[in-house]
């Protein structure tokens, strides 16, 4: 027991500065991380948040500036410096190999070879000791790419913890979480840090940002300009000093005025490979001048109904119609000449080609299009004059279209998907998880993009796990549940009602 009176902070940050080319992604950065703490840092998009993260964990280095651990100051060459430093960090995207089992992922790279006998039995024990002491379940036998994404966060937990991990960093942890799922990780927290452990975390969820951390700072355009005791702000003041303005946590928006049926949904039915039905014979109709939103815990056949709509997934019965038409015999690229546009859920599987530049994402799909050129040939001017209306139209930050794609931060990615699919003026427009990874001051933004949308008698089919997004943008709610669809709801049904149907409790 150590009854050092004044302990040295964790993590002292001094004078970091970190540019990439142009863009200047850390601005002379102090910050103080107390030991035994969860110290939360929020941010705009593309703020510096998880490129500061990866200073610490030694993915990039710094150009200025000096990290102290404990009291000392280290140089943090690489991730290999920072782990034996006792840093460990759980990425936006999980790193782990994903058809190897749990034991092997949390090992790898530790034992050095294959884990033969002994040591394979050792690795085993100490692992079961952290599970057992931080209430991190998961079969250590299981294969990662079978586990649901949370279990797979604990996995990464798990093998931080194994390295020796005294500080951990989580950027945006609960971004593919159910709430279930977050509500367990934040156990887990509550859990290291009780323990000693120092915990930083980085979310867009101002909620989790309360519940759960002792101290929160702000970063805005690169700077640190604000640190607060959570228990002396509040979410709106937290919102204020990220985005330098007030924000409208509360969407606004009058009456729906529905009009004729776009979309109209038949007993549709969809599997999945193993030929378990995701979608249940469901049926439902989207007219134009309204916003329907399907609530439901992820993982409730809502994403294989926007895709089987979108065309990238072929349903096993049922009949789909956009605008009267049956699109059955239809691909993904006739369905938008249609006049069907698609925000996908999952922005790097099917909304970005990362390695292509800026302006080449936001004609994604659509290049095809008259107004891009003739025939064969591309008008690359009219493209990237296009592009750039777009970056100002919906602040994409750095505006650089001729940028490549992955060095956009996760929530301007979200941006160009949006405003590509968003500004195609499409009748109908079916979105899935809109704002997930995306800043209060945006969540406004593209909330109210999707209101005009409707407001312009378009049609809006929305799928959120986020059941205030729902709730806040819906006309009507349906309610999805093991592939059905379990009742409707107007958006004066309340978060307990829905809940509870999400659940499968109540109709
Ligand atoms: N490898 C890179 N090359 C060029 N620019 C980069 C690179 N990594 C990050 N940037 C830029 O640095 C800035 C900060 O990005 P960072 O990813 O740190 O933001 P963030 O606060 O984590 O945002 P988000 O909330 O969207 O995840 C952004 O303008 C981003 O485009
Ligand atoms: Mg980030």
Redesign the pocket.
């Known amino acids: 027991m150590s009854l050092d009176p004044s302990p040295a902070p964790a993590i002292e940050l001094v004078g970091i500065d970190k540019k ?2 142009p ?1 200047h ?1 850390n601005k002379n950065i102090n910050l103080t991380v107390a030991r035994g703490s969860i110290h939360g840092i929020i ?10 993260m990866s200073i610490i964990y030694g993915f990039y280095q710094a150009d200025q500036g000096q990290i102290r651990i404990n009291g000392k100051p280290i140089v943090i060459r690489d991730s290999q410096t920072a782990i034996s430093s006792g840093i460990g960090m759980v990425h ?1 995207h999980f790193m782990l190999v994903e058809n190897f089992t749990v034991l092997e992922n949390v090992v790898l790279g530790v034992e050095g070879g294959a884990l033969l006998g002994r040591d394979a039995a050792r690795a085993r024990e100490e692992l079961k000791r952290l599970q057992k002491d931080y209430g991190l379940e998961v079969d250590l036998d299981a294969i990662v790419e079978e586990l649901p994404v949370g279990a797979q966060q604990r996995v990464e937990i798990l093998k931080a913890l194994y390295r020796g991990a005294d500080i951990l960093i989580l950027d ?1 942890p609960t971004g593919v979480l159910t709430p279930a799922e977050a509500d367990h990780l934040f156990n887990v927290l509550r859990v290291l840090r009780e323990q000693g452990k120092t915990i930083l975390l ?1 979310t ?1 969820k101002l909620r989790e940002i309360m519940a759960i951390t002792d101290t929160v700072s702000v ?1 805005r355009r ?1 700077e640190m300009v604000a640190t607060r005791a959570t228990a002396e702000t509040t979410v709106e003041e937290l919102a204020e000093l990220m985005v330098g303005r007030r924000v409208l946590l509360h969407v606004e928006k009058g009456e729906a005025k529905p009009g004729p049926v776009l979309l109209s949904v038949k007993n549709l039915t969809v599997k999945d490979s193993r030929g378990l039905k995701m979608v249940d014979n469901v049926s439902f109709d989207v007219r134009a001048g309204e916003i329907v939103g399907i609530a439901g815990v992820a993982g409730n056949g809502q994403s294989e109904l926007l895709e089987a709509i979108a065309g990238i997934r072929k349903p096993s019965s049922g009949e789909i119609l956009i605008d009267g038409q049956p699109v059955a015999e239809l691909d993904a690229a006739r369905r938008r000449e249609l006049g069907l546009a698609h925000i996908p859920e999952d922005r790097h599987h099917m909304g970005l080609v990362l390695k292509f530049e800026e302006y080449e994402n936001s004609i994604l799909g659509y290049h095809r299009d008259q107004r891009y050129g003739r025939g064969a040939f591309l008008d690359l001017e009219a493209i990237r004059k296009d592009a750039e209306d777009k970056i100002a139209k919906y602040d994409i ?2 505006p650089n279209p001729r ?1 490549k794609t992955a ?6 990615q979200q941006k160009i998907v949006v405003a590509r699919e968003i500004e195609r003026d499409p009748k109908l427009l079916i979105v899935g998880q809109p704002t997930r ?1 995306v ?1 209060v001051g945006a969540i406004e933004f593209i909330h109210r993009r999707i209101i005009e949308r409707r407001d312009a008698g378009k049609a809006v089919l929305l799928v959120s796990v986020e059941l205030d997004e729902i709730r806040s943008l819906s006309d009507r709610i349906l309610v999805m549940f093991a592939g059905k669809i379990v009742g409707e709801k107007t958006s004066e049904a309340g978060e307990q009602t829905l809940g509870l149907m999400m659940a499968g409790i109540a109709a």
């Open positions: 990439f080319g863009v992604a941010g705009e998009n593309g703020a510096g948040k998880s490129t500061l936006q945006e980085i867009h970063m690169g930050r750095p940028l060095n956009f931060s996760g929530g301007n990874g800043d």
